[in-house]
């Protein structure tokens, strides 16, 4: 067992169902509290945590080692979304289908009206969505929890879910081959995922493709290949890329104030636990990269926009992540100009 000290660690851990995780001794169990408090779909999976024991390790010292059970039904943590109420659901339910998941898992403190979520989505979005057949949904209730399992059924066949998965990660891995390199900080990695896709993705809403493209245009497909696409396939590109770069990295779900309008933008963490937010449909640039809404706190998006704090990483961080990042940038522009695109590096 490796000892975890940050909570990227953790979740790491969590992600491939480790059922003993091993915490600093002196502030463990406080720990892994802040842990599911700042990411509660944790508890989606958690069936039970188990008594935590003090033991010695040679090389950490005493550590505390906590042992979880967990609920084994067929989702990752990906396909897992914290929402906080119905417009919640409704909005991530949108950004799954958009995406062709299949399942989709949902958890909530509060009871979610799932009868009235999937009426509203069918009456509401059925012709935003013209590939969807049939949803319906599942509940298991807990201790003051409540998570819901969504299954969809889509009129695209498997085989071409197939093809457009393939394309997808053929897109994003080329990439994210041609962008990062292992040693690159975590800011370098977020700023150049971030002009890449503002710079190479033109925004087009349902009402301007064809019939068959509005499937499209919420997904990672359409922000790969088709290059047309809305904030929520933005959005969902951009953590694909954060996943290859290993950077932690959540879709945000929220709406515009003053509008019924969902948007879906970015939450990153870097490898000191410092999170910040990143909008990238709202820097979409035709030539030099913008960064109005890049690496930005709580307090400056709650200006223009309201999301359920309680659900997503606190970005309360005062450094700047585009200071953090420009310093490596400058020093081998010479070298990241030989594969990448001047309007990328930003220079």
């Known amino acids: 067992m490796v000892t975890v000290r940050t909570e990227k660690e953790l979740i790491s851990q969590i992600k491939v169902f480790a059922t003993e995780i091993c915490v600093p001794w002196n502030n463990g169990a406080a720990f892994f509290k802040r842990a599911m408090e700042n990411n509660p779909k944790i508890l989606f999976f958690i069936r039970q945590c188990n008594a935590y024991e003090r033991i010695e390790d040679f ?10 059970d967990y609920y084994r039904d067929g989702l ?37 009206e799932m009868d009235k979520v999937l ?21 298991y209730i807990g201790e003051n929890i409540f998570k819901y399992k969504i299954s969809v059924i889509y009129r695209i066949t498997k085989d071409k879910m197939i093809v ?22 975590d800011a370098v990695k977020i700023y150049l995922a971030h002009n890449y896709l503002s710079t190479s993705i033109k925004y087009y809403g349902a009402d301007s493709v064809f019939d068959l493209e509005k499937s499209f245009v919420h997904s990672a497909y ?25 950077v932690d990295c959540e879709v945000v779900c929220g709406q515009i104030i003053g509008s019924e ?37 709580d307090s400056f998006f709650k200006e ?9 990483p606190k970005c309360h961080s005062r450094q700047s ?14 070298r990241l100009a030989r594969k990448i695109p001047p309007e990328v590096i930003g220079l």
């Not at 998965?165 to 040693?183: G, T």
């Not at 223009?304 to 997503?312: A, F, L, P, Q, V």
């Open 76 to 112: 990752s943590y990906d396909d897992v979304f914290a929402v906080s109420d119905d417009s919640d659901a409704i909005s991530r339910l949108c950004e799954c289908v958009g995406n062709f998941k299949s399942e989709i898992g949902l958890i909530s403190r509060r009871k979610i």
């Open 164 to 185: 457009m998965d393939k394309a997808v990660a053929r897109e994003s891995n080329r990439i994210a081959s041609l962008l990062f390199e292992p040693s690159m900080p």
């Open 261 to 297: 309008d969902y948007h879906a933008w970015n939450i990153v963490r870097t490898e000191d636990d410092s999170c910040f937010h990143v909008d990238v449909t709202w820097d979409l640039s035709e030539g030099s990269p913008v960064f109005t809404y890049f690496g930005k706190s």
């Open 304 to 312: 223009s926009r309201t999301w359920s704090k309680d659900i997503y």
């Open 119 to 139: 009426k509203l989505f069918n009456g509401r979005y059925s012709t935003v969505f013209p590939h969807v057949v049939t949803l319906s949904a599942q509940s």
């Open 222 to 246: 359409g922000a790969f290949v088709t290059k047309k696409c809305v904030c929520q396939g933005i959005a969902n590109a951009f953590k694909i890329l954060m996943d290859k770069a290993d």
């Open 321 to 334: 992540l585009y200071m953090l990042a420009r310093p490596y940038i400058v020093d081998n522009a010479d």
């Open 59 to 68: 090389i950490s010292g005493f550590v505390t080692v906590i042992k979880i």
